[in-house]
């Protein structure tokens, strides 16, 4: 598998060295193009570390006023619904840390069709972030999670968004959640600068454990094998999920 794992003890000792990350990559790009452009990852992992990311918002309120908000997909609902990843985000990070509100991009509003808050984002991305030789923008970080499906984002298995080679962002109908959804592609995901992936609990133990053990041009069975950034690449790894990894791994 692509990039490095580290695999720490438990889930505070992970949170504790994803911040610090999180505050060099930060740091880097301000000093670098005067802004930190950030895509966050919905799921239960992400929400405690956005908790422990606002306990320090005070430590570095400059960094916070140059810091933009993204978001990897969302659920096309209501910014208020419990599903929303927007939600989840405001009660947990935005609502402690000093971001500025222009700088917090959400992914979806009842205000558009689908299709209408693709093609916003889509200019969003390109207004805002840097864009690398092939015009596609470049985040500095991207937080991903994985579900027990191997999927990441809202890129599903089976789902025509894998394949999706030309636009930063795209909608997808996922059949068996019977929903739509909005997520960036693996076009954009793959040209950041840092990608990094939180898995915790056992129940990833074995689909991470098959990611991990397959050979390098096996037949690619999740939709997380097309991770592979042209940057950093970085799998932050709970005991729970990865007691089945092999030592080398």
Known sequence: M????QIFENIDALYVALEKQWQLVARA??????AFHVALAGGSTPRHFYKKLAQQSAIDEHCWHKTHIYFGDERCVPQD??????RMVK???????????EHVHAMFSTDFSVEQNVARYETLLHDTLPLDVKRCPVFDLVLLGM?????????FPDTEILHESVKPVA???VQKLEAWRISLTFLTINAASHVAVLIAGDAKAKILADIF???KDAVVRYPIQQVNPTGQL???LDTAAAHLLNVQD
């Open 2 to 5: 692509n990039g490095s794992s």
């Open 29 to 34: 790009a301000i000093v670098d193009h005067g």
């Open 81 to 86: 619904h419990p599903d929303s990843n927007y």
């Open 91 to 101: 009660e947990t990070l935005l609502s402690a840390a000093p971001l500025l509100p």
């Open 147 to 155: 579900g027990e499906d191997g999927h990441t984002a809202s890129l």
């Open 171 to 173: 909608a997808q109908f």
């Open 213 to 215: 053990s397959a050979e």
């Open 234 to 236: 970085d799998w932050y």
